[in-house]
């Protein structure tokens, strides 16, 4: 398939600014009427992009026209300027397994449009810059379909002959075709209200399964949070009167900002101590934050073409990060945004899928919602408030939505929005939207005694990605201070330096003690820092570092150092990084949260990172060692830790959830120390636990061990909650990234389980996406998960396109791995590109990962 280029936009040739359409809804054979008016806006006939449709007829102005198909493209030649054109389409829900478009999830039926899902519905110009206004008409069985939504406002309904219904929803904000949205079925719903700054009042329903309706609560509280907190902190207000969301159990992502009707994953909406963790309520607020941003940054000003998708993405994950720091320990939840970055996108940035946060060129957009777009697009529009400031990134921030509301903008149309309001340059930041690369800068800091001076030298580098051999050092801000080591407090206030080229020095004056240097502070950009500070600076940040992000990463760098060195030597000195945790677990200045982030190892994965080839096996012994040293040197701290961390008891107040945290990081190290009771106080925690989050822990802990209580409280789990699809997703999640010399043994024969089911895009993340992410299980040295993911993505790409392709990237690590490896990857890779009849998605990630 070609690629689609970003060089190559033109600007449409039709525009439509209005649609009615009437769907006559029916799982196996579903009617859609679409009624366009299409007004010229360039040269040439009207071209309406298709995916698997044919039109049953296609009439001008009230008379049958001729027409051809173009590919995929309904082509009419139209004589004049503006004209009404009718088109008949007839589709079958049930029969589509890709869950784009219009399809048939447990009863329901529900769309999904973006990217390019529109198309698959009704023949229409299906780009983000052609807007208009939709009048929608919905028809069904009442018995089976009760509850008929789309977008805008409900204004009218009735009955139908042959126990049928419609509904009538009108949307008086245009919009691209992404945002269509219709949901039909037997739901029962959460409502609310939320009275708006202007006074107005706005009808909020969350929509879900009956059985469902007592886990809405949390979603339904953090909408009302975010709604409110838009308006504070951006000045956006809800334009609608109706805000509705409905949960899916069959979905390709997260959740879909459609114009007032956001589709959810389930497992974004439904949230309660007894089947969601504490982790799963915060993601919950989250996505139910993000899609609610959306309404400005997405709907109100959309993307020109889907190149700027990080022009919606980044700016919204940056929103959802500010609204998640601002409901509760900003430190920790930066340094969770900061490990999600590091685990999912620098391995992307420095792969064969590399790409800028506005790509160049795409075969399938689908392929595009990556980490880049969304994580490192963030980080990118982080960095930009960081240098101009809370009140010139809002000024900038105001501009953008004032010059741009109701169209479709660019990048670039952001940036210029951000340097008119603060009369800041951005020109070379703008490198950041075209170069792919995770930047490395080196850091040295000499002192001079005698002089009272220091001098920092940094050095910047880019690293080469696919396409882009030759980079340019870009302009990032680093947050920088100097500790005295002998006193322990910060010598000069903190600055932030402007890291304007490939090099630079910045002279400190009227230091008068040996500093230890605090870098890139709060991660205020998105590179690596390569330094070198010894073992004991590194151990004394952790412990004095003044922010708490720094004092995080001290401590990490601190642990990564000792591991590295481990893998090589296979004697490291723990010592230090044992010592360092100990203090961090005896502070009682620190809230316990954070303690526990702080003392947590790095992800296999990221040491494996860190090595110029990574030895799986190598690392897996290190980490092993680190972990049970930890465990035992410690054991009476854990102990303690563990018992005194009880008192956060079942809570969900912000407090408790910390101690919670802690205690299952405790209970972790106790059971890695070998300590003989290990399993035992793991299954009491399991079968006491009043919490998912208590029953999760325990049985993580237990997954890493072979003992009869794991065997049992796996059992007990699957039977417990049999019923609910969600937390079967746990059970296979832990099994697939439990840290086992057996789990591929495991997996395989999850695989086999009644339970698996293919066409649940959760269940395949549960399974096989978490295996493919456990390093010491997936690159086991028989190549056997090599051999599982490729026989999964050939089964599922039938299936599922979308999500097939999303489980391709870790075999494209191949380069990084040892000769026996990367042949065995390499040769995986081929095997699948081999298969006939391969989707554009899987054969763009494979091609690309072959490099
Ligand atoms: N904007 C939404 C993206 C999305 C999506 C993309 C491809 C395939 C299916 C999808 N469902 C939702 C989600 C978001 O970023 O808010
Ligand atoms: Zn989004």
Not at 246 to 253: H, T
Not at 485 to 511: C, R, Y
Request: proline share 5%.
């Amino acid at each position: 398939p070609a690629p689609v280029l970003r060089a190559d936009y033109a600007p449409p040739v039709w525009q439509v600014p209005e649609i009615a359409l009437e769907f006559d809804l029916d799982p196996a054979r579903t009617q859609v009427t679409g009624r366009l008016s299409v007004v010229r806006a360039g040269d040439g006939p009207l071209r309406l992009d298709g995916d698997g449709l044919t039109a049953d007829s296609v009439m001008v102005d009230g008379v049958a026209a001729d027409w051809a198909m173009d590919g995929d493209q309904l082509v009419v030649d139209l004589p004049g300027n503006a004209h009404l054109v009718e088109i008949r389409v007839t589709i079958a829900p049930e029969a589509n397994t890709q869950l784009m478009g219009l399809y048939a999830s447990d009863g329901l039926l529900c769309t999904q449009c973006e990217a390019e899902g529109f198309r698959r519905i009704m023949f229409f110009p299906d780009r983000p810059d052609v807007l208009a206004r939709y009048a929608v008409r919905l028809v069904a069985d009442r018995a089976r379909y009760p509850v008929l939504l789309s977008n805008g406002d409900h204004v009218d309904s009735g009955t139908l002959p042959d126990g049928r219904h419609y509904a009538d929803w009108r949307d008086p904000f245009p919009k691209p075709s992404y945002l269509f949205a219709l949901v039909a079925g037997d739901l029962a719903v959460n409502r609310d209200s939320f009275v708006t700054g202007s006074g107005k009042v706005v009808e909020l329903g969350i929509w879900v399964r009956e059985h469902d309706l007592g886990r809405t609560g949390h979603a339904m509280h953090a909408l009302k949070t975010a709604m409110a907190w838009d308006e504070r902190v951006y000045g956006r207000e809800y334009d609608l009167g109706v805000f509705n969301i409905v949960a899916v159990s069959d979905f390709n992502f997260g959740a879909m900002e459609n114009k007032g009707l956001n589709i959810f994953n389930s497992r974004y909406v439904l949230a309660d101590p007894d089947t969601a963790t504490d982790q799963d309520y915060d993601a919950v607020a989250t996505v139910v934050a993000h899609e609610y941003f959306h309404n400005w940054s997405g709907n109100r000003v959309t993307c020109r073409d889907w190149f700027q998708l990080s022009l919606k993405e980044g700016f919204t994950v940056f929103r959802d990060q500010q609204y998640s720091a601002d409901q509760g320990s900003a430190a920790v939840k930066r340094i969770e945004d900061v490990r999600v970055l590091r685990a999912a996108q620098f391995p992307e940035d420095g792969g064969p899928l590399a790409h800028p946060i506005r790509p160049d060129s795409y075969i399938e957009i689908s392929n595009f919602y990556t980490a880049t777009i969304y994580n490192k697009g963030a980080e990118v529009i982080r960095m930009m408030h960081t240098m101009l400031g809370e009140a010139a990134f809002r000024a900038g921030s105001d501009l953008y939505f004032d010059r741009h509301d109701g169209t479709a903008a660019t990048c670039e149309d952001f940036v210029a929005a951000m340097e008119d309001a603060s009369g800041h340059d951005l020109g070379l930041f703008r490198l950041w939207y075209r170069q792919a690369g995770t930047p490395r800068v080196h850091a040295a800091l000499d002192f001079d005694a005698p002089g009272g001076r220091a001098r920092l030298r940094l050095q910047q580098v880019v690293p080469a990605t696919p396409g882009q051999p030759d980079k340019q050092a870009m302009p990032m801000p680093l947050r920088i201070a100097l500790f005295g080591e002998v006193s322990g407090t910060k010598l000069l206030p903190e600055q932030t330096v402007m890291l304007d080229g490939a090099h630079q020095e910045i002279l400190f004056e009227g230091i008068g003690e040996r500093p230890v240097l605090s870098i890139n502070r709060g991660f205020s950009a998105p590179v690596t820092i390569e330094s070198d500070r010894s073992a004991a600076d590194l151990a004394f940040l952790s412990a004095h570092d003044d922010d708490p992000f720094a004092r995080y990463e001290a401590m990490q760098q601190l642990m990564v150092d000792t591991l590295v060195d481990d893998v090589a030597t296979g004697n490291a000195d723990l010592a230090p990084v044992i010592a360092a945790v100990k203090a961090t677990l005896a502070d009682p200045a620190l809230e316990p949260a954070f303690v526990a982030e702080a003392v947590l190892l790095p992800f296999e994965a990221y040491l494996g990172d860190q090595m110029p080839v990574v030895d799986p096996q190598a690392v897996t012994r290190a980490w092993d060692r680190l972990r049970g040293a930890l465990g035992a040197e410690l054991i009476a701290d854990w102990r303690g830790v563990y018992a005194g961390m009880a008192a956060g008891g079942n809570s969900l107040e912000a407090a408790g959830r910390g101690m919670r945290r802690l205690r299952g990081v405790a209970l972790g190290y106790i059971v890695a120390s070998g300590a003989a009771d290990g399993p035992a106080l793991a299954k009491a925690q399991y079968e006491a636990a009043g919490t998912m989050t208590d029953r999760q822990t325990a049985l993580t802990a237990l997954a890493m061990t072979a003992s009869a209580e794991r065997d049992a409280a796996f059992a007990a789990f699957h039977a417990r909650y049999a019923d609910n699809a969600l937390v079967l997703d746990k059970w296979f999640q832990t099994q697939a990234l439990a840290p086992r010399s057996d789990t591929i043994d495991v997996v395989e024969r999850l695989a086999r389980h009644p339970d698996f089911v293919m066409t649940n895009p959760n269940r395949l993340r549960s399974l096989v996406g978490a295996f493919a992410v456990n390093q010491r299980a997936f690159h086991d040295p028989s190549g056997r998960g090599y051999r599982f993911l490729g026989d999964m993505v050939v089964a599922i790409d039938r299936i599922n396109p979308q999500t097939a392709a999303k489980l391709v990237p870790p075999l494209g690590r191949w380069s990084r791995f040892d000769a026996a490896r990367g042949a065995m990857m390499r040769a995986e890779l081929e095997r699948v590109l081999g298969t006939e009849g391969l989707s554009k998605d899987v054969f763009e990630q494979l091609s690309k990962s072959l490099g």
